[in-house]
Antibody
Framework: QVQLQESGPGLVKPSQTLSLTCTVS??????????WSWIRQHPGKGLEWIGF???????YYNPSLKSRLTISVDTSKNQFSLKLSSVTAADTAVYYC???????????????WGQGTLVTVSS | DIVMTQTPLSLSVTPGQPASISCKSS???????????LYWYLQKPGQPPQLLIY???NRFSGVPDRFSGSGSGTDFTLKISRVEADDVGVYYC?????????FGGGTKVEIK
């Protein structure tokens, strides 16, 4: 059974870079047929999809975050990562990683998700 | 971006009674491959969202049959035939026909 676990600093200063890692167990990122995604949830709010990567390293980013965002994959460690630069208080959120299946012509919904990690942007 | 609009914002339901949540998309979610890329999640308190329904009406593994999904094109509905205490949380619809993936604003279900 695939499991995902987010890790990284819980507190980041404004203007700095937020860095998170998702460690995957029970499945190999190197296997095809999946995308590896980041999603966030502002406190008490709804869900915002951030972007995803494939095992090849190709990525797709939400245009709203694209200029500040880097998602990468490390198949040797079975991990993928998120870097969000120039953060502000508006980036304070619970960050989730998740796996999604690729269809023949599209993307299926992400499932399962990690438990999420709260990142607070504050000085 | 495709906008997903859920109603109502919240529901208070007596155990054993039915509940219904609506989700409308700003564009059709029917793909040329014949699939409709509409999903439902439940986020229980303190937990990540869990997938309930995929492609409009298919229950995900382990989801009780009191949950059902229906709809087509741009209008979709999630129904709970008999609400139980374990069903409390926030329900989200989501589309994946077009990137970026987008979610509805959520419907909070509480027990009376």
């Amino acid at each position: 059974q695939v499991q995902l676990q987010e890790s990284g600093p819980g507190l980041v200063k404004p203007s700095q870079t937020l860095s998170l890692t998702c460690t995957v167990s029970g499945a190999s990122i190197s296997s095809g047929g999946y995308y590896w995604s980041w999603i966030r949830q502002h406190p008490g709010k709804g869900l915002e999809w951030i972007g995803f990567t494939y095992n090849s390293g190709s990525t797709y980013y939400n245009p709203s975050l694209k200029s500040r965002l880097t998602i990468s994959v490390d198949t040797s460690k079975n991990q993928f990562s998120l870097k969000l630069s120039s953060v502000t208080a508006a980036d304070t959120a619970v960050y989730y990683c998740a796996r999604g299946s690729l269809g023949s012509s599209g993307y299926y919904a992400p499932a399962p998700w990690g438990q999420g990690t709260l990142v607070t942007v504050s000085s | 971006d495709i906008v997903m609009t859920q109603t109502p914002l919240s529901l208070s339901v007596t155990p054993g009674q039915p509940a219904s949540i609506s989700c409308k998309s700003s564009q059709s979610l029917l793909h040329s491959d014949g699939e409709t890329y509409l999903y439902w999640y439940l986020q229980k308190p303190g937990q990540p969202p869990q997938l309930l329904i995929y492609e409009v009406s298919n229950r995900f593994s382990g989801v009780p049959d009191r949950f059902s999904g229906s709809g087509s094109g741009t209008d979709f509905t999630l129904k709970i035939s008999r609400v139980e205490a374990d069903d409390v949380g926030v329900y989200y619809c989501m589309q994946s026909i077009q990137l970026p993936l987008t979610f509805g604003g959520g419907t909070k279900v509480e027990i009376k």
